[in-house]
């Protein structure tokens, strides 16, 4: 049995802020992942997900609005946490945002969710941060991890 172990806080550069409230537009959404050349879905779907998810996580960039970085937590509120479409803009910040996504998550699922076991679907970028948080990679591509009680 995996699992995760730091729980290390994370700041956000100065101009953005976390929105663990409001999930963001399925336009929106859409439009960041087609900017991290992503896989984008019909808004209808989009939407659909986002409010089954247990928890929607948004970087926006207070000046402009736009979201620059985005995770979506489901659970089966029982065994299971999954984090979905971890994502955030290639640049200067994208390796602290996904830190920082993930970071919160798994403070949320600890809180929130003890026990259950998390995974994680996640772009090539995001692999070394789910490495620094404990989680072992599958060198198959089969993502197994979950929380030691």
Not at 8 to 31: T, V
Not at 81 to 109: C, M, T
Not at 128 to 140: A, H, L, N, R, W
Request: hydrophobic share 40%; glycine share 4%; charged share 25%.
């Amino acid at each position: 049995m995996f699992s995760f172990h730091n729980t290390k806080s994370h700041d956000l550069p100065l101009g953005f802020f976390l929105e663990l409230e409001k999930s963001p537009s399925a336009q929106d959404l859409n439009r960041l992942f087609a900017r991290c050349k992503m896989d984008t879905y019909s808004p209808k779907k989009l939407s659909f997900a986002l409010d089954k998810s247990y928890r929607n996580i948004s970087i926006i960039e207070e000046q402009s609005s736009q979201l620059y970085g985005y995770v979506r937590i489901t659970t089966d509120k029982g065994l299971n946490a999954n984090l979905w479409d971890l994502v955030a803009l290639p640049g200067k910040y994208q390796k602290e945002f996904l830190a920082i996504l993930i970071s919160n998550s798994l403070s949320i699922i600890r809180r929130e969710l003890p026990g259950c076991s998390v995974s994680i679907a996640a772009e090539p970028a995001a692999l070394i941060i789910i490495e620094k948080e404990g989680f072992v990679i599958d060198p198959d591509g089969i993502r197994v991890m979950s929380y030691r009680i």
